[in-house]
């Protein structure tokens, strides 16, 4: 359940990912590339913190049970 939940996350993540650097191929300094630039890291950070302080817990957690 949770590997799903991170799965279907990370394909939100890639989503915007790809949107972003599809739309901004070539240079573009407007407010709109600074919003969508915004979106885009906070998917990121988002996804970031959410692994170091949930993925890599439930890592150790299982590294923990089997090296009992």
Not at 3 to 25: C, W
Request: net charge negative; glycine share 2%.
């Amino acid at each position: 359940d949770l590997l799903n939940t991170f799965a279907k996350d990370m394909e939100t993540v890639s989503t915007v990912a790809f949107d972003f650097f599809k739309k901004y191929e070539h240079a573009d300094t407007s407010m709109e590339f600074a919003r969508d630039f915004g979106t885009l890291y906070a998917a990121l950070g988002n996804r970031i913190r959410k692994e170091e302080s949930i993925l890599y817990e439930e890592y150790n957690n299982i590294v923990n049970t089997v090296s009992a």
